[in-house]
């Protein structure tokens, strides 16, 4: 804007240029009055002249020079967004990026937190509940827990190699999947391949149990069918979630198996005391709500924990909890970034990503954008909670440093996936097919 050199009709100016600039929570915008790069003056709505410098100018160094193209270039009358940490000021942008996270209860649903994006006066569209987006890795779990029913088990020893697969079996065309690193270590546990987050693992599981028989199973976890169509990339989290159903699916490891519906309004009440309205929950513990067996349940939450522990959300460690797990999830091109995770009674989900599907930047992850949501949220919300850890459910032996189903212990489930393959065997290949040690299924 041009600033009129007269103080009362500067003054008029910028007060009519900044309430089309709307504030956003602690991020205000101002107009520059003179600008260096050492140093920014500059005036909010309120009349109120700051000056920025130092550590301030770091995002707008670039913007500052001389050199920097005429409209973005900070000068007298540039609008900028400024933010202040404890007594300094600094410059800041608007994002254009958006987050959601929600928490709930375990045991019943109740909501206990839920932000639907960065600022409700801009952008009033609920991305818990209404945006409907590709889990990705975080999608695996599921597919894992199926498997658990068809006679693999933690150490079923997979495959983690290249494979491709014709587009009858990916809904699309032909696809030769690989893992996010490039990377391939060849035979490992199911466990180490939910830990270290491989898509050739999952692949190769779905691929054994089926596409549809994981479709069905995934909607034991309130998943819609239509949007997770019944094709081997499914192991891959191609459908579409919403975060909310996130919440309630992960809750099932969390609780013991159990299916809840989240809630955010228990009781609506009159003036005159007479109840409207009341919300009777779906609750963990009541056995018509039981979707997956208490020893699926078990299973999935170690190895949930060891992606804590060990895999790919370690900075989880910093809570200094042995009761936590989850997964991480980032889809094709990085476009989505989660983090899916859970105390035993208390769930959240965390995701990021542009309302119009982009990439968040160059290899982000959900390990490196959603998880420390879920870390700070935690931090807070599981401060003086006692640490609960689950006792072994019965029908569960362990063997060889790891859990069995009683009725499939080691030598009587499937023990191994793939293990045999040659290399540049396609999915259309029998050996790709049906090749597994010891098939019961």
């Known amino acids: 804007m041009d600033i009129p050199a007269v103080k009362d009709e500067s003054e008029d100016a910028i007060e009519v240029e900044l309430a089309d600039h709307p504030d956003s929570d602690d991020i ?31 995002f707008a160094t670039n913007l500052l020079s001389d050199k920097a193209p ?206 409207l309205s009341q919300v009777v929950p779906d609750k963990a513990g009541d056995e018509t709500n039981r979707v997956i067996d208490v020893r699926n349940a078990f299973l999935m939450d170690s190895m949930l924990k060891d992606v804590v522990k060990s895999g790919t959300a370690t900075k989880a460690l910093v809570l200094k909890r042995t009761d936590i797990g989850g997964k991480t999830g980032t889809t094709n091109d990085s476009f989505d970034a989660w983090f899916a995770g859970y105390q035993q009674k208390l769930v959240g989900i965390a995701w990021i990503g542009f309302d119009q599907p982009k990439n968040l930047g160059n290899r982000e992850t959900g390990g490196g954008l959603a998880l420390p949501i879920w870390i700070n949220y935690m931090q807070k919300a599981l401060k003086d909670v006692p640490i609960d850890e689950r006792e072994v459910p019965s029908g569960l032996i362990q063997a060889n440093g790891d859990y069995y189903y009683a009725e499939n212990p080691p030598g009587m489930g499937v023990s191994s996936l793939g293990v045999n393959d040659q290399p540049g065997l396609g999915q259309d290949s029998e050996k790709i097919r049906d090749d597994v040690k010891n098939e019961l299924f």
């Open 70 to 275: 005429p409209n973005r270039q900070v000068k007298r009358g540039a609008i900028i967004r400024i933010i202040q940490d404890g007594q300094a000021w600094s410059i800041t942008q608007m994002p254009e990026v958006q987050s959601a996270f929600v928490s709930a209860s375990t045991e019943d649903g109740a909501i206990r937190a839920l932000i639907g994006g960065f600022d409700f006066n801009r952008n009033k569209f609920n991305h818990v509940t209404q945006a409907w987006r590709q889990p990705g890795s975080s999608f695996k779990p599921f597919i894992y827990s199926a498997s658990l029913e068809k006679g693999l088990s933690p150490s079923t020893i997979i495959n983690d190699a290249p494979i491709s697969f014709g587009a009858g079996q990916t809904g699309g065309q032909a696809l030769e999947t690989k893992n996010y690193d490039g990377k391939y270590e060849g035979p490992m546990t199911m466990r180490r391949g939910l830990t270290k987050s491989k898509n050739m693992i999952s692949i190769r599981i779905l691929n054994k149990i089926g596409a549809k028989y994981g479709q069905e199973y995934a909607t034991r976890f309130g998943f819609d069918a239509e949007k997770n169509p019944a094709y081997l990339t499914l192991a891959l989290g191609a459908g579409a979630v919403t975060p909310l159903q996130m919440a309630s699916a992960y809750a099932v490891f969390a609780n013991g198996g159990y299916k809840i519906s989240p809630y955010l309004i228990s009781k609506i009440v009159d003036s005159d005391g007479k109840v």
């Open 28 to 58: 205000i915008a101002a107009v520059v009055l003179d600008a260096s790069p050492k140093s920014v003056r500059a005036v909010l709505a309120s009349g109120e002249e700051i000056t920025i410098t130092g550590a301030g100018l770091s």
